[in-house]
């Protein structure tokens, strides 16, 4: 696939669930690493006006999950085993833009670094995403 495919594919696996809810939207899509950028507004916010922990997680757990699934293999799939996060600083408005690398890509899972920023590239959340890959049945 060329890389504007590649890009239009994972676009389209983000409509119509909660990526679009959330207003999650790719930027760039290549193996190993992909990025994408999600608001901070009334759907993404906690109670007390910041962006919810939540949010970014799922931010996080999107960027892996896709990645893993591209590198996953002819009749292989990706499922999510673990996520953690830690929350670095706080952020009321804007965008923020979550960037997933691979870190590791075994026979049967892979680990995933996401790294959240505002839109002052400061650091927000750093994440790490382990999955499990399973042949198709």
């Not at 920023?117 to 959340?125: A, N, V």
Request: proline fraction near 2%; hydrophobic fraction near 40%; include cysteine.
């Amino acid at each position: 696939m060329t890389p504007e495919a590649i890009l239009e594919a994972v676009r389209e696996s983000m409509r119509g669930n909660l990526c679009e809810t959330l207003g999650m939207e790719i930027l760039h899509a290549e193996i190993g690493l992909l990025k994408a950028r999600m608001p901070v507004d009334q759907r993404t916010r906690q109670p007390f006006g910041l962006l919810h922990g939540g949010a970014s997680v799922a931010l996080a757990e999107t960027l892996g999950s896709i990645g893993a699934n591209m590198l996953a293999g002819k009749g292989r799939y990706a499922v999510g085993m673990e996520i953690n996060a830690n929350h670095l600083r706080a952020v009321k408005e804007g965008y923020v833009t979550g960037t997933a690398t691979i870190l590791h890509n075994g026979r049967s899972s892979q680990v995933w670094e996401i790294r959240v920023c505002d839109d002052q590239e400061q650091l927000c959340c750093i994440s790490r995403f382990t999955a499990a890959l399973r042949d198709q049945a």
